[in-house]
């Protein structure tokens, strides 16, 4: 596949950011939107008349990022935005979840599709009860890169002193909690000093820009995956069969579509259908019906096998070397989303990657208290509860741990009377 | 395939958008692809290819015409519908005028809010539990918390404070009868993404995407054409006394109703001309070309509401 207008492509990479209100993270989104030139002159003095109309001297970069009109009003950002921009070799979707105290769900939602995450602290005030919130959710939905941005460096003097002193308080917390791949910036969002330019007030920091930073982190998970040599999972969103009765090469076409939730497939590979567990070799691996050889994590393809073998959606095609297990039971954390708190007597849709399945709570190990970081018991799941617990399930699901595999270890939870997704789970 | 272990960014939006269509095959029992010629929905029928050849498309295609849409336009829909060999409805604003479920303000008002009556006459008439739009988050400040599956009630109403959470790719598209799922594949593409996808699979577009040369005035700053010959044989926008004519060299960034589909001077006349002219623009899409959208700043969020695309 050529490109005509030709740049080096770094692919796509999905980062949230998180800070407590008022840290700064409008502003340092509005900042990088801005610097990289994706604002365009007509939203500039949009925003340009607003900061004037609520008297404000500097136009609000801020304003870049305000949403929905309820919102406005409130002043507030109560749900998960996305945002784009792009640097030419790599384009960038800004998951952007608000820091409000109840919004545990919200950041949840965030940082699932997010590949890094950018905890903003504010200079003045180091690390608070919200960082280490925050920290422990990014580490708990397992996104593999944090940057620690210390901000708003100019109202504490650009002091190195102040940046090394709550680094080291972050990296105290860290290694209780198991965080491991860090970096650490000084930045003032305001003034723009080390987002895309340097500036000349933090010359004492040597370390790369926070866009430096983006541009070098791993891409989508795969290049990490392909090191971690992966298991090929594959289930099955849809079955084509042309049924071209006209056309000999069609008349017996049944192609496997789907997603590679992890891991690579050619053509040759040994394989079997779950839950039959009937194996075959794959004959094609297509896209738009043409053949591509190959395949890996996060290509949307079709799968030929060689021997006619009955699968419709919900099935899993794996390589027959690695067969995981058929579970009834899974032990999960779990974070409630809905108003309505968990009911344990009732039974709930469980949805893990095509395969639906019901299922009730059987018990509920601990609590996390989000604030201080401890297992607390508990007997009820509320909004915005994390917690670890045990579901039965009525069909066997084909997973794999969360922290190995995103794809094939994440769920979420239905309540089939509204149909509304009332949980996220992350299987153990 | 390479040794390349990442997907271009390209790639990787493209292989999005079609588990997220497969999705919607998988899980709604009878979807529909809302297409109107334009160059977002082009891109989609190119997605649903990839998804679904050498299947026919699990869905057929509609377009809610206002009766005042472009004849290149209009007859490109056509034709692109015929060359896939896929079904294309097509409902009118104007029949819903006709049974009085559209009723104008004044003969020269915008038909283009009210598509979405017909949208959901048509829903109904159909009995379609899933539409799948080509709205993109970048649009509009209003669409940046838009879910890839929207959900709307029995009024077609999104209500922005009761969308369900959604995570991974763990897409929610169960409704009840009556309810309906607004699936959006290309959800996080740019302006660009869709200007380099077109351009990366060659993709035809109608020619009033490219630089031509048409007749138009200036209202208020904005390029207005005018005196624009329709497939009835009536002419949408004609010049009020008094105003000068000018002969101008533009082109189209989006394509909808003409009388809220605003050209901006260019002379790129191909695709690679126009890549180039998007990344070097000062102006954002809606705001040169969405004369509708300049009267308030969540005017885009209340017509959403309303059950819009
Ligand atoms: N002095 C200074 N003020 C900042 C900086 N970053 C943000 N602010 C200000 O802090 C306030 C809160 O910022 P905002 O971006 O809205 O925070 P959010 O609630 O995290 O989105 C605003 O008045 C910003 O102008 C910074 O680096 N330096």
Redesign the pocket.
């Known amino acids: 596949m050529s490109q005509k207008n030709e740049i080096p492509d770094h692919g796509l990479l999905r980062f949230l950011t998180c800070?407590?209100?008022?840290?700064?993270?409008?502003?340092?989104i509005?900042r990088l939107l801005f610097d990289t030139k994706t604002i365009l002159a007509d939203t500039l003095s949009a925003i340009t008349r607003t900061s004037e109309k609520r008297g404000m001297g500097a136009v609000?970069l801020?304003l870049l990022?305000d949403g929905l009109q309820a919102e406005r009003e409130q002043g507030i950002t109560i749900d998960v935005a996305y945002r784009y921009f792009s640097t030419g070799t790599r384009k960038y979707i800004i998951a952007d979840a608000p820091?409000h105290e109840q919004y545990t769900r919200n950041m949840v939602t965030a940082a699932s599709t997010a590949n890094l995450a950018i905890i903003?602290i504010d200079a003045r005030k180091g690390v608070l009860t919200q960082t280490r919130r925050h920290s422990k959710l990014a580490s708990l939905v397992g996104i593999p890169h944090l940057i620690v941005a210390i901000?708003?460096?100019?109202?504490a003097d650009y002091s190195q002193e102040t940046y090394e002193r709550i680094k080291g308080e972050y990296l105290e917390f860290a290694a209780k909690v198991g965080i491991e791949d860090i970096r650490f910036i000084p930045?003032?969002?305001?003034?723009g000093d080390m987002i895309v330019d340097r500036g000349d007030k933090l010359n004492w920091y040597e370390g790369p820009t926070l866009l430096e930073m983006l541009e070098t982190a791993p891409a989508a998970h795969t290049e990490e995956n392909v090191q971690k040599r992966e298991k090929f999972r594959f289930p099955v969103q849809y079955v084509c069969r042309p049924q071209d009765s006209a056309n000999p090469e069609l008349h017996d076409y049944r192609g496997f579509m789907g997603r590679v939730e992890a891991g690579s497939i050619k053509v040759g590979d040994a394989v079997t259908v779950l839950p039959s567990g009937r194996e075959s070799t794959v004959k094609a691996v297509q896209l738009g019906g043409v053949d591509i050889g190959e395949a890996f994590t996060e290509q949307s393809i079709t799968l030929l096998l060689a021997d006619e073998i009955d699968t419709s959606r919900g099935d899993m095609i794996v390589k027959s070397s690695e067969v995981p297990a058929a579970v009834k039971q899974i032990e999960a954390t779990v974070c409630w989303m809905a108003e309505a708190p968990m009911d344990r007597a009732r039974t709930y849709l469980i949805r893990h990657t095509t395969r639906d399945s019901k299922a009730k709570l059987a018990a509920i190990d601990h609590r996390l208290d989000v604030n201080t970081l401890e297992k607390v018991p508990a007997e009820k799941l509320a909004m915005n509860d994390i917690a670890q617990v045990t579901f039965k399930l009525a069909q066997p699901l084909f997973a794999d741990p969360y922290l190995e595999n995103r794809g094939t270890g994440a769920f979420i939870i239905i309540d089939e009377s509204n149909n509304n997704t009332v949980g996220a789970g992350m299987i153990l | 395939m390479t040794q390349r272990n990442t997907l271009s960014h390209l790639d990787w939006l493209e292989a999005e958008a079609i588990h997220i269509m497969r999705e919607v095959a998988g899980q709604c029992s009878n979807p529909v692809l809302l297409f109107s010629g334009g160059k977002d929905s082009l891109c989609l029928l190119r997605l649903a290819e990839k998804a679904f050849r050498p299947g026919k498309f699990p869905f057929p295609l509609m377009h809610i015409d206002t009766g005042h849409n472009y004849m290149e336009v209009v007859a490109f829909r056509d034709q692109r519908a015929a060359e896939l060999g896929e079904r294309l409805i097509v409902r009118s604003v104007e029949d819903s005028m006709k049974r009085g479920t559209v009723v104008l303000k004044h003969e020269g008002e915008s038909r283009n809010k009210h598509q979405s009556v017909t949208l959901l006459e048509a829903i109904e008439e159909f009995g379609f539990d899933a539409c799948i739009g080509g709205a993109r988050r970048d649009e509009e400040k209003a669409r940046a918390k838009e879910r890839i599956f929207s959900f709307r009630d029995e009024f077609g109403q999104w209500d922005p404070k009761n969308q369900r959470p959604e995570l991974w790719s763990l897409y929610n598209a169960r409704s009840h009868k009556g309810e309906n799922i607004r699936a959006f594949p290309i959800s996080n593409w740019t302006e660009m993404d869709v200007w380099q996808y077109i351009e990366r699979e060659g993709l035809e577009l109608p020619s009033i995407y490219f630089a031509h040369t048409r007749p138009v005035v200036m209202r208020q700053g904005a390029i207005v054409p005018v005196n624009v010959p329709l497939v009835s044989g009536e002419i949408a926008n004609p010049s009020k006394a008094g105003e000068e004519i000018i002969d101008l060299q533009v082109r189209f960034r989006t394509v909808g109703d003409i009388s809220c589909t605003a050209p901006v001077e260019s002379d790129a006349d191909n695709v690679s001309k126009i890549v180039f002219e998007t990344a070097t623009t000062t102006i954002t899409e809606r705001g040169a070309t969405r004369l509708d959208d300049q009267t308030s700043d969540a005017s885009m969020e209340q017509r959403k509401k309303e059950g819009y695309f």
């Open positions: 800070g407590s209100v008022d840290d700064g993270k409008s502003t340092l509005g609000d801020s990022t820091g903003l901000n708003k460096m100019d109202l930045l003032s969002a305001l003034n």
